[in-house]
């Protein structure tokens, strides 16, 4: 098993700033891939990033260039820092991991709203 806790979200204005940390426990030294979604009200989670073991990184079209995804395999965690928010970047932000045998395993989310 394998226990992601997030944290960072809260609340900034557009053009803002916010970091999201999520830190992995339990059988960590299991994970392959590590990544962030989101989700709004009535609409399908998201990827948003993704990171592997090897460091190679995809991003969404909507957030490349203003997100960045990091990894400490050191200390089992993964960032993603946000720049240039806009409203539409308001979601609850799952950190997610897969492990090498593929179970997936989600956080509890946080949530992350752009306003003025």
């Known amino acids: 098993q394998v226990q992601l806790m997030e944290s960072g979200g809260g609340v900034v204005q557009p053009g803002g700033s916010l970091r999201l940390s999520c830190e992995a426990s339990?059988?960590?030294?299991?994970?392959?891939?590590m990544a962030w979604y989101r989700q709004t009200p009535g609409k399908k989670r998201e990827v948003v990033a993704r990171?592997?073991?090897?460091?190679?990184?995809e991003y969404a079209d909507s957030v490349q260039g203003r997100f960045t995804i990091s990894r400490d395999s050191a200390k089992n965690t993964v960032s993603l820092q946000m720049n240039s928010l806009k409203p539409a970047d308001t979601a609850v932000y799952y950190c997610?991991?897969?492990?090498?045998?593929?179970?997936?395993?989600w956080g509890q989310g946080t949530q992350v709203t752009v306003s003025s």
């Open positions: 997610y991991a897969m492990t090498l045998n593929f179970n997936n395993y």
């Open positions: 339990g059988r960590s030294f299991e994970i392959n891939v």
């Open positions: 990171i592997d073991n090897g460091g190679s990184s």
